[in-house]
């Protein structure tokens, strides 16, 4: 595995800071957000200095029921392709639900959910990890992920479930320290115990980023600075292995570069520092080995395997040891890639009917903490709200204080379809027939804005009959002299996805 040093997530935000910033190896790039005909002119430039690239992947889905899907297989292939990426990353995570496989609505979370630690849970994952292995240049990383709320029934811790993952299928692993802090939180999951069970010979690299805290839920926001439990962890894995890659990432509410580069000093000491207990720990042994006669060796010579890259030159990851013999996994291993339609089936009704109890309103299913699903269901609709800011920035502007709770009003029982813009276009409309907060020039405005983006032609008797609808709860006539709104076109707008 390449050794890729520190790192810092790219974000246009702080596009000029990072390329100033010293001490970068490498920065991750979302996937999703980044075109590979038109790469942004900074990229470009790191990449001539040699600055390793890493494409970073949030809308896969690979914890979903159904089969990853091509396109977007596809589309990240040929972003590690252009970026000349050593390898790309993706998240242990459901992101939709329903559709043909269940018969129920398709849902989209636009964000990513936790997925049952389940052996059914497991078997689907392992195969759409080998589905996708099997269609990038590059070898996969996934990322363990943050979560407000946890499946009743689970089977395994999450470092067991993560084991099996790597153990079945040779995938690597990101391990986010920011995530372990915030399952410790909302979940009341131990990351020591986790790290204990994680093969840790198998970490492609290191997240690391902040959060905040309210009414006792860790909320990762990736906008706030990195707290020092975080580090701590940090500090604990770097005692046990020497990763070959750490990356701060910040989404949100970027400070200056240097509160930056401070917080990158912070994760270099964290390092440092697990790598100084690693060595007391092992001169402790070697004075016991000592003191019992079996002689003395140097600190590097008794460092652990694992962890003897951090002292020496490096070396290649050791493979992961062999999982206990277990007879629920009989065949498992033959049918890694070909899981059936019946477990799939099973996933997906489950996720489903969690899915739905997040974005459409409905009874939360059985065995899940309601409290936590109302905390969830929240954020998912303030994620959203977010992101279709950033996706439509007019709308905010247009709309201004009024925008946010008119949204969180849109969101409860309007599920998300067909991605952000769609979302965009299916908001202003709905604020259009409702009437509210939208009177007198702001309706005129927003009407002039949507008009602009769902025609002037448009292809199907649903779209017509939409934009009849709406028109018949607008002012019959177009003012005249109208002109579009300050913003880039909308077929150019980017939006802004999580990376979690």
Same mark, same amino acid.
């Given at each position: 595995?390449?050794?890729?040093?520190?790192?810092?997530?790219?974000?246009?935000?702080?596009?000029?800071?990072?390329?100033?910033?010293?001490?970068?190896?490498?920065?991750?790039?979302?996937?999703?957000?980044?075109?590979?005909?038109?790469?942004?002119?900074?990229?470009?430039?790191?990449?001539?200095?040699?600055?390793?690239?890493?494409?970073?992947?949030? !809308?896969?889905?690979?914890? !979903?029921?159904?089969?990853?899907?091509?396109? #977007?297989?596809?589309?990240?292939?040929?972003?590690? !392709?252009?970026?000349?990426?050593?390898?790309?990353?993706?998240?242990?995570?459901?992101?939709?639900?329903?559709?043909?496989?269940?018969?129920?609505?398709?849902?989209?979370?636009?964000?990513?959910?936790?997925?049952?630690?389940?052996?059914? @849970?497991?078997?689907?994952?392992?195969?759409?990890?080998?589905?996708?292995?099997?269609?990038?240049?590059?070898?996969?990383?996934?990322?363990?992920?943050?979560?407000?709320?946890? &499946?009743?029934?689970?089977?395994?811790?999450?470092?067991?479930?993560?084991?099996?993952?790597?153990?079945?299928?040779?995938?690597?692993?990101?391990?986010?320290?920011?995530?372990?802090?915030?399952?410790?939180?909302?979940?009341?999951?131990?990351?020591?115990?986790?790290?204990?069970?994680?093969?840790?010979? $198998?970490?492609?690299?290191?997240?690391?980023?902040?959060?905040?805290?309210?009414?006792?839920?860790?909320?990762?926001?990736?906008?706030?600075?990195?707290?020092?439990?975080?580090?701590?962890?940090?500090?604990?894995?770097? @005692?046990?292995?020497?990763?070959?890659?750490?990356?701060?990432?910040?989404?949100?509410?970027?400070?200056?570069?240097?509160?930056?580069?401070?917080?990158?000093?912070?994760?270099?000491?964290?390092?440092?520092?697990?790598?100084?207990?690693?060595?007391?720990?092992?001169?402790?042994?070697?004075?016991?080995?000592?003191?019992?006669?079996?002689?003395?060796? @140097?600190?590097?010579?008794?460092?652990?395997?694992?962890?003897?890259?951090?002292?020496?030159?490096?070396?290649?990851?050791?493979?992961?040891?062999?999982?206990?013999?277990?007879?629920?996994?009989?065949?498992?291993?033959?049918?890694?890639?070909?899981?059936?339609?019946?477990?799939?089936?099973?996933?997906?009704?489950?996720?489903?009917?969690?899915?739905?109890?997040?974005?459409? !309103?409905?009874?939360?299913?059985?065995?899940?903490?309601?409290?936590?699903?109302?905390?969830?269901?929240?954020?998912?609709?303030?994620?959203?709200?977010?992101?279709?800011?950033?996706?439509?920035?007019?709308?905010?502007?247009?709309?201004?204080?009024?925008?946010?709770?008119?949204?969180?009003?849109?969101?409860?029982?309007?599920?998300?379809?067909? =991605?952000? #813009?769609?979302?965009?276009?299916?908001?202003?409309?709905?604020?259009?027939?409702? =009437?509210?907060?939208?009177?007198? #020039?702001?309706?005129?405005?927003?009407?002039?804005? &949507?008009?602009?983006?769902?025609?002037? $032609?448009?292809?199907?008797? @649903?779209?017509?009959?939409?934009?009849?609808?709406?028109?018949?709860?607008?002012?019959? #006539?177009?003012?005249?002299?109208?002109?579009?709104?300050?913003?880039?076109?909308?077929?150019?707008?980017?939006?802004?996805?999580?990376?979690?």
């Amino acid at each position: 595995m390449v050794r890729l040093g520190t790192g810092i997530g790219w974000r246009p935000e702080i596009a000029d800071a990072v390329e100033r910033m010293p001490g970068i190896d490498w920065v991750e790039v979302v996937a999703e957000n980044t075109c590979p005909g038109h790469l942004p002119a900074s990229l470009v430039r790191l990449r001539e200095r040699g600055v390793t690239v890493v494409p970073h992947g949030v !809308g896969l889905g690979l914890g !979903g029921a159904e089969r990853p899907d091509e396109g #977007r297989l596809a589309a990240l292939a040929e972003r590690a !392709g252009v970026l000349g990426s050593p390898l790309v990353t993706e998240h242990i995570a459901f992101v939709r639900a329903g559709g043909p496989l269940t018969a129920t609505p398709r849902l989209e979370a636009g964000h990513l959910l936790p997925v049952p630690r389940t052996r059914d @849970s497991l078997d689907v994952l392992c195969a759409n990890v080998r589905i996708a292995q099997g269609a990038l240049p590059v070898p996969l990383a996934v990322e363990n992920i943050a979560a407000l709320i946890a &499946w009743p029934g689970e089977e395994m811790t999450e470092g067991q479930f993560l084991y099996e993952l790597a153990d079945r299928t040779g995938v690597r692993l990101l391990v986010d320290v920011a995530n372990l802090y915030t399952n410790q939180v909302n979940r009341g999951e131990d990351p020591a115990k986790a790290l204990d069970e994680l093969p840790l010979e $198998a970490i492609a690299y290191v997240h690391v980023a902040g959060g905040f805290e309210r009414d006792g839920v860790w909320h990762d926001s990736h906008a706030h600075p990195v707290p020092r439990p975080v580090l701590d962890i940090l500090t604990d894995l770097a @005692s046990r292995v020497s990763p070959p890659g750490v990356l701060l990432e910040r989404d949100e509410n970027f400070p200056e570069p240097a509160v930056l580069e401070l917080e990158l000093d912070a994760i270099g000491t964290a390092l440092r520092d697990g790598e100084r207990r690693a060595v007391k720990r092992e001169l402790i042994r070697l004075g016991q080995d000592a003191r019992a006669g079996r002689g003395a060796r @140097s600190a590097v010579a008794v460092a652990p395997a694992r962890h003897r890259v951090a002292l020496t030159a490096p070396l290649s990851p050791a493979p992961a040891p062999a999982a206990p013999a277990d007879p629920r996994r009989e065949g498992a291993d033959v049918a890694v890639a070909v899981v059936g339609e019946t477990t799939r089936q099973r996933l997906g009704l489950a996720q489903a009917a969690l899915l739905s109890a997040l974005v459409a !309103g409905t009874p939360v299913p059985e065995g899940f903490d309601r409290v936590r699903i109302g905390v969830q269901a929240r954020a998912l609709a303030a994620k959203r709200a977010g992101v279709v800011a950033k996706v439509a920035p007019e709308l905010p502007v247009l709309l201004g204080d009024g925008y946010r709770p008119a949204f969180l009003a849109y969101a409860q029982a309007r599920p998300m379809r067909g =991605g952000y #813009r769609q979302d965009a276009l299916d908001f202003v409309e709905q604020v259009l027939l409702d =009437g509210t907060p939208a009177e007198g #020039r702001t309706r005129r405005e927003l009407r002039t804005w &949507w008009l602009d983006r769902s025609g002037p $032609a448009p292809r199907s008797g @649903s779209r017509l009959a939409r934009a009849a609808r709406v028109g018949r709860a607008l002012i019959r #006539r177009r003012p005249p002299g109208r002109t579009r709104p300050l913003s880039a076109p909308w077929a150019r707008l980017t939006p802004k996805l999580p990376g979690q």
